[in-house]
């Protein structure tokens, strides 16, 4: 089978799920954006994606995620960074993405602001929300008790615009209580910032639990491209 066909039946394996889960859910395919995570892909996927209609790609190193970005130029992508981002590395990677999901410190505003203001066009950021029970050895992302002071440090930064939040639901727990408490603290931003209102939730593994929590962002890699060449 040819990889662009390969892709295809991935795409579409996704679309008809995200679709069931919707319907299941109450709720419109259109409410939610599908960003594909081609991270350790090469470029020639993301191109073939392209082709068969993704606007969105994920990407979460920043090395690999600008230089796709500059070989695929010509396309009329979406670039979505949902790395971890070191603060020496912010500016740059707010010069190609257009969005940003994983905000989850302050000391990373100044960089994303300066970035997006020498681009000369606003990046949408999420901040990224820690799901984990307190004290786990945990991912990424801010306690949601920290999230408000982060949104604010946001709201006063030039050049950014707050589009909502983002997560990873714990490993091997059941991601419906902790994708539900991420859509508590969703509502709590949107009172903050009427205009955020991006759930970035919900991966190959666990998209349907996703949607059912109101997600509308779902990043999703290996049921798409199949499986990364190591497990990141
Ligand atoms: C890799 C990655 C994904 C996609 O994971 P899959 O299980 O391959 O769908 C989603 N979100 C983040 C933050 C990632 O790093």
């Not at 662009?4 to 995200?18: P, S, T, W």
């Not at 999901?101 to 990224?128: F, I, M, N, P, Y």
């Not at 950014?160 to 419906?176: E, F, S, W, Y």
């Not at 902790?178 to 949107?190: G, H, I, K, M, T």
């Amino acid at each position: 089978m040819s990889r662009r066909q390969e892709l295809a039946d991935g795409l579409e394996r996704v679309r008809a799920r995200i679709d069931a889960a919707c319907a299941g859910a109450g709720r419109s395919a259109e409410e939610v954006t599908l960003v594909v995570v081609t991270k350790f892909f090469p470029a020639s996927d993301v191109r073939l994606l392209a082709e068969l209609g993704v606007r969105h790609v994920g990407e979460n190193r920043h090395q690999e995620a600008e230089a796709k970005a500059a070989e695929l130029g010509d396309l009329d992508l979406a670039w979505h960074y949902i790395g971890g981002l070191q603060s020496n590395k912010a500016a740059a990677v707010a010069r190609y993405a257009d969005a940003v999901h994983s905000l989850d410190r302050a000391k990373l505003v100044t960089g994303l602001s300066r970035g997006a203001r020498e681009r000369g066009r606003d990046l949408d950021v999420l901040v990224q929300v820690s799901l984990d029970p307190p004290g786990a050895e945990g991912r990424a992302g801010v306690e949601p008790a920290d999230v408000p002071e982060l949104v604010e440090r946001v709201q006063q930064a030039d050049g950014l615009r707050l589009r909502g939040v983002m997560a990873v639901a714990p490993l091997g727990a059941d991601p419906d209580p902790a994708f539900a408490r991420l859509a508590e603290v969703a509502a709590d931003v949107r009172r903050l910032e009427p205009a955020a209102d991006w759930v970035s939730a919900g991966m190959s593994g666990d998209l349907e639990h996703a949607v059912r929590h109101g997600a509308t962002h779902l990043r999703v890699g290996s049921a798409v491209l199949g499986p990364r060449p190591s497990n990141q």
